[in-house]
């Protein structure tokens, strides 16, 4: 059932991007859904197509169970085998699904059954049949609960591929002639899937839905977004069949917001550098050693573009390491595969050349808000020794909160060593959405893994100075509105008391008439992470004496070296989280708050790099 509630965790452009999110194939494009990454995931989100029908399955609403068989030929036996609508719907829900906490999985087996059944894990049963009275592509509650069960009826789609803009069915050929395709299909019915699957972790459709509701006047995108026909929680009325079929559904800034808040963010860190070779001698690799609370680091979503030698850096684990009094796992991180894309010698950085580098961590544990902390940066020759002179940057972190005056801010440390840095230029966007580590160069505007542009919800600069020990950046303050902030009442329509369970008896029908309403909606309230679902900071630094080679002068000088940090962190999860029944500090789910420290400590470290000799 096209279905809400929320929580809070931890650029103006808008970019003349293609928007390649429009496509005619269902293939996956999320960098990190795979391997290790989506492993780590802890919730889980089942696409169940049975093989049989399951009478066991949840009947908590009209037409939940049985959850009926899913079989091609009942809805176009032109297109390809049942197991390869399956993989291509998987694909598509993947997707939407990319960047967050939540590990999106395909069984014909009933996920309640497992031996081991995860504990924080929800279900949509996918059957070929159509809803009874078939008025429905889809039903699910709206709760972010622990365990939930929906229905998807792709059937529905034999007899109406969607609304025409003002509700009602409509049948626009999106699924018939040349136009029944197996991507289009998968689109259709991935689409509805990761919609229902949304309700379940909260998404309403008032959080995509243009204000006016179902009455066929679309009042526009709102700024930096698309229209709600390209979103995936909009009520099903204003979805006609080429909208369900023809474009990969994503979810608004709004309901980003809110569903990284419910379940998180798997992307932590992004880093990304703009480094010179101060060297003679040519770079033939590089490694990064940097220590982390955490015995095993995700290291995915590398930058493989033109400006960077080497692709697909990888980590080993190098022992155990002390920072500030603490115990940390150390680790290295080595680029020494060529990339065939850079445009000097294969594999190799030449004296003085700049170059650009960069590498995603990603993780779950919100206990652990930072991750990693770098300490040398070192090119190495062809015979694998470090060479003499390493590139500087400073030390900086992911930001604190501090209790006194309730201000959120960076701060940029002086390396050891050397001269103090200049900060030329520190400029801060609050982000909806995590930008793609391939927008993070240059000064492009950022765009997300699907090349959607990303408009900032406020930027801001920090003022150029020298780093002689360390700059404090303020960026927010928690007296701050938030960027998405909703309150669901008692007493307003569709709004209940869910804190002794869900009124299921309140389910309504998913319509593809007018009005097609969502619910029951938990009462509480509904924000985003703090200071914003991302921060994305770009820093300038100028090493004003560093030794260098000069490729003109061929010779080695005493002046000015730029370096340039791109770096993008998750916001942190607020202490307003709407709580769950039964779940008495709101963290029932294990993913604890990040609680805002007294005072700034040495402990919001994220990253620190220091000079080798």
């Given amino acids: ?30 960098p990190l859904s795979y391997g290790n990454t989506d492993n780590a995931k802890s919730h889980k989100f089942y696409l169940y197509f049975p093989t049989a029908d399951d009478n066991t399955y949840p009947n908590n609403f009209t037409g939940e169970s049985p959850a009926k068989h899913f079989d091609v030929a009942q809805l176009d036996n032109t297109i390809g085998t049942t197991a390869q609508l399956r993989d291509r719907i998987h694909d598509v829900v993947v997707d939407d699904f990319c960047e967050f906490n939540v590990q999106v999985l395909q069984t014909t087996t009933n996920p309640d059954t497992l031996p081991m059944a995860p504990a924080l894990r929800h279900t949509e049963a996918v059957g070929s049949d159509n809803s009874d009275p078939g008025g429905a592509w889809g039903k699910s509650p709206t709760t972010n609960f ?91 009325c204003n979805l006609d069949g080429l909208a369900r079929t023809t474009y990969r559904r994503h979810i608004s800034d709004r309901g980003y917001g809110i569903l990284a808040t419910n379940v998180g963010l798997s992307v932590q860190t992004m880093h990304n550098w703009d480094l010179v070779n101060p060297n003679m001698q040519a770079g033939r ?13 995700n290291l995915t979503w590398s930058w493989t573009g033109p400006s960077s030698p080497w692709i697909t850096p990888t980590v080993t684990p190098t022992g155990m390491g002390m920072y500030h009094g603490s115990n940390y796992h150390k ?17 190799i950085v030449n004296g003085g050349a700049q170059f650009h580098v960069g590498a995603t961590f990603t993780g779950v544990d919100f206990n652990a808000p930072d991750p990693i902390i770098i300490q040398n940066v070192t ?29 959120f801010a960076l701060h940029f440390q002086a390396p050891a060593g050397g001269h103090p840095l200049q900060l030329q230029q520190a400029v801060i966007y609050q982000l909806p959405r995590v930008a793609s580590i391939e927008a993070l160069n240059g000064e492009q505007e950022p765009y997300t893994f699907n090349k959607l542009p990303i408009r900032p919800w406020t930027t801001t600069k920090c003022a150029p100075q020298m780093l002689e020990r360390t700059i404090r950046c303020v960026i927010a303050h ?40 969502d619910g029951p909606i938990c009462a509480g309230t509904v924000r985003d992470p703090f200071p914003s679902t991302m921060v994305y900071v770009i820093a300038t630094f100028v090493d004003p004496a560093a030794k260098h080679w000069d490729v003109t002068k061929k010779a080695y ?57």
Avoid at 17 to 24: D, E, F, N
Avoid at 288 to 296: G, N, Q, T, V
Avoid at 331 to 347: C, D, F, L
Avoid at 382 to 397: F, K, M, T
């Fill in 1 to 30: 059932m096209y279905v809400r509630t929320a929580h809070l965790i931890r650029l103006a452009f808008i970019a003349t991007l293609c928007l390649v999110a429009t496509s005619l194939s269902a293939s996956p494009t999320c």
């Fill in 146 to 236: 622990d365990v939930e069960h929906g229905r998807v009826w792709a059937g529905a789609y034999t007899v109406c591929e969607g609304g025409n803009g003002v509700g009602g069915c409509s049948m626009t050929g999106a699924l018939t002639g040349a136009n029944a395709t197996l991507d289009h299909w998968a689109q259709a019915i991935g689409g509805t899937a990761a919609h229902e699957g949304g309700h379940t972790y909260g998404l309403n459709h008032s959080d995509e839905d243009p204000p006016t509701g179902c009455d066929g006047v679309n009042p526009g995108p709102a700024p930096g977004e698309d229209g709600a026909t390209r979103h995936l929680m909009p009520a099903g």
């Fill in 285 to 297: 690799s590089l490694t990064i050693d940097f220590l982390s609370s955490l015995p095993a680091i």
């Fill in 331 to 347: 680790y290295r991180i080595t680029w020494s595969t060529p990339n065939p894309a850079w445009g000097g010698p294969a594999g």
């Fill in 379 to 407: 090119l190495l020759d062809a015979g694998s020794a470090p060479l003499a002179l390493h590139p500087r940057l400073p030390i900086y972190d992911a930001g604190s909160l501090d209790a006194a005056d309730g201000s």
């Fill in 478 to 517: 928690t007296s701050d509105r938030p960027h998405v902030l909703a309150v669901y009442k008692v007493g307003e329509p569709n709004v209940y008391d869910c804190s002794k369970g869900i009124p299921r008896q309140r389910f309504t029908t998913d319509s593809k008439s007018v009005p097609d309403v």
């Fill in 557 to 613: 000088v005493t002046g000015p070296v730029q370096t340039k940090v791109y770096y993008q962190f998750a916001g942190i999860r607020h202490l307003d989280r709407q709580r769950k029944p039964g779940d008495k500090d709101g963290d029932k789910d294990g993913d604890k708050d990040r609680k805002p420290e007294g005072k700034e400590t040495e402990s919001v470290t994220t990253a620190a790099l220091t000079n080798g000799p």
